[in-house]
C-alpha cells in the first residue's frame, strides 16, 4: 500500500461516509434513471428468469438459488473495488467522491424520513385515502382497508427495521470492510426482498439468498436494538422498559433479526405491534411485539421518527470515531 494512502486512508473514510450522509439527507433517495440497487434488482429478475424452473426439484432448486447468491456477491464486490480502485488512480478527490456516491446510494435513511413526514401531515389531515397510499409506499402488505391506527403502526414497523437496514447495517459493513462490503450488504437485502419469500415459489430458490440476509443482519439488528434502547428518551420512553420489551419480544417476530428493532421501537414507544396483516388479500397474523400502554396517534410517528433520527446519527458518530482512532494508532506507529 503506498504510504500517504496508509495514513490517509481513514480520513478519506470519514469524508466519504460524511459525504454520504449529507446527500442523503438533503437528496434521499435519488430519483434518476440509473440506481445500483434498482439495477442488482434487475439482474436478480434476469437471472431468476433463467435459473428457476417449475420442474427443477427442490434441490436443484436451493442449488440454483446458491449459484444466484453467488453471482450477485461476487459481481458486486468486483465492480464497485474495480469502480473505487480506478478513480482513486486518477487522483485521491475523483476517488472520493466515486466512493461517497456510491455510498450514498446505499443509504436509504433520508427518503423514509421524508416519506414518514408525509404519512404523519396525511393522518393528521384525516386523509385516509391519501395516506394508504402513501404508506403503501413503503410496506408490502396490503393498505386499501387500514384504519388509520393501522397505518400509524405499519409506518412505525416500518421506520423501525428502516433504521437497522437503511443506515445502520450499511454503516456497520462500510465500517468493516469500505464501500465495497456496504454494496454487498444492500445487494443481499435485495435478493432476499427479491427471492427470500416462504411461499411456493421461492421457498427452495430463495433459500439462501434469505439465510445471507439473516446472516448480514445479526449485528445491525442488535446494533440497533442496543442504541434504540439506550436513546428511548429522545421517544419519550424509559430505557428500562424499552430494553425489557427487547428482552421478552424480539425472539417472536417470525424473523431472527426484525424482532430487535421493532421490539426496541415498541418498547420505547410504549406501543405494541404486531397483528394481523393483508398481503395479496389474504390475512396473515404476526405476533405482538410490545406492551400496549396506549392507542396509536399521528405523534407517535414524531417519536419514532425522533428515535430514528438519534440513533442513526449515534451510530454515524460511534463510525467517524472509530475512523479518527485508527488514523492516531496509525500516525503513532
Known sequence: MDHEIFFTFPLNRIIILATALILDFILG??????????????LIKYLERRLLKDNHTEVRKKMSGLILVLIISILVLALSYLAIFYS??????????????????????????SHARKIMAA?????LEKSRIEVGKIVGRDTRSLSFTGLIRATLESLAENTSDGLIGPLFFYLLGGVPAAFLYKAVNTLDSTVGYRNQKYKDFGFFSAKFDDILNYLPARITALISGFLSFSAGGRMTDTFRTIKKYSSRHASPNSGFPESAFAGALGLRFGGINYYFGHPKKTPYIGEKKKDFDADDIKRGLRLSICSSLFFSIIVILAYVLLFILLTTI
Request: hydrophobic residues 50%; glycine residues 8%; charged residues 10%.
Open 29 to 42: 433517495d435519488p430519483q434518476i434513471g440509473f440506481h445500483p440497487i434498482i439495477a442488482v434488482g434487475k
Open 88 to 113: 482513486f488512480k486518477i487522483n485521491m478527490f475523483f476517488g472520493n467522491a466515486i466512493s461517497a456516491v456510491i455510498l450514498y446510494f446505499m443509504f436509504c435513511n433520508g427518503s423514509m424520513i
Open 123 to 127: 393522518i393528521n389531515n384525516k386523509d
